[in-house]
């Protein structure tokens, strides 16, 4: 890592601190002026220190089963955060790659296409929110409600754009191709599927903060694990301050999945030195 990219990240993280520093302030501010009360929007100073109090809350199965030691708390949490978070790996992994799939043979094999894009033009529009009945209807509650919302969240929208970026491919590509005697096939793996992931991976970026809220509304309303129901039992039982310690780790861990896949996007995507379309960092 050279000086100046390590010089780069310590001016990012300098302007992060002041941001959330400023952000803090300002809402702690609001909160000595008197306001709001404590009741309804706990400031950072009050339900941080009730943190240790919180923790047990983490565990679903044991809710009432009284005090238990501070490493079975931590446990608690990593195992309610890794319930989301495989949920909404999942959802995604399969939308994208179902996505992409979908998009693909749409565009290359037209009788398909003609079947099956009304129906995805249809069903894109309809929120993945209003799907939610449906989803408990067929899975039930646990995982699969959950995961099936994030896929609904992701699949339409990288299909729809799958077909866009396809048919933006520059034509001087597909006849240098045919040129060099390549096949359908060859052409799709070397010319258009490099060409079209940059854009993907940048729309998949933009819906992982959907994907996260379709996530927390589907564990609201049909799961007994993940920071949704977290959230839902605090707001059930009245608890302000684990509603405010259950909204910071759902931001915390929306920025550090948000950086791992920008990571990933940066692997997948190696014959790019800079991500067409990224987001800022």
């Known amino acids: 890592m050279s000086s100046q990219s390590i010089k780069h990240r310590i001016t990012d993280f300098v302007w992060w601190c002041i941001s959330i520093g400023l952000f803090v302030g300002i809402w702690e501010l609001t909160f000595s002026m008197g306001l709001y009360s404590a009741q309804f929007l706990p400031p950072p100073h009050i339900f941080l220190g009730d943190l240790p109090n919180q923790l047990q809350h983490f565990d679903f199965s044991k809710a009432n089963a009284g005090e238990k030691a501070a490493s079975s708390h931590y446990h608690a949490v990593a195992k309610t955060i890794s319930a989301t978070v495989i949920r909404v790996i999942t959802g995604l992994s399969l939308g994208f790659i179902l996505g992409v799939i979908t998009g693909s043979v749409i565009r290359y094999f037209r009788w398909f296409g003609k079947l099956l894009l009304p129906t995805v033009t249809l069903l894109a529009p309809i929120s993945p929110f209003a799907w939610l009945p449906v989803a408990v209807f067929l899975f039930g509650i646990g995982n699969k409600p959950a995961i099936f919302m994030v896929f609904l969240a992701v699949y339409f929208i990288i299909t729809l754009a799958a077909i866009a970026e396809i048919d933006a491919v520059q034509k001087n590509y597909l006849n240098v191709a045919k040129i060099m005697g390549a096949t359908r096939l060859q052409t799709y793996v070397q010319v258009i599927l490099p060409a079209i992931l940059p854009g993907l991976f940048t729309i998949l970026r933009l819906n992982?903060?959907?994907?996260?809220?379709?996530?927390?509304?589907?564990?609201?309303?049909?799961?007994?694990?993940?920071?949704?129901?977290?959230?839902?039992?605090?707001?059930?039982?009245?608890?302000?301050?684990?509603v405010m310690i259950g909204m910071v780790v759902i931001g915390i861990v929306g920025f550090i999945f948000d950086s791992m896949l920008r990571y990933v996007q940066k692997r997948v995507l190696y014959w790019i030195p800079e991500v067409q379309g990224s987001l800022p960092k």
């Open 208 to 242: 992982l903060f959907a994907a996260w809220m379709v996530v927390l509304i589907a564990e609201s309303a049909g799961s007994d694990s993940g920071l949704g129901a977290l959230v839902m039992l605090a707001k059930m039982t009245g608890a302000p301050n684990l």
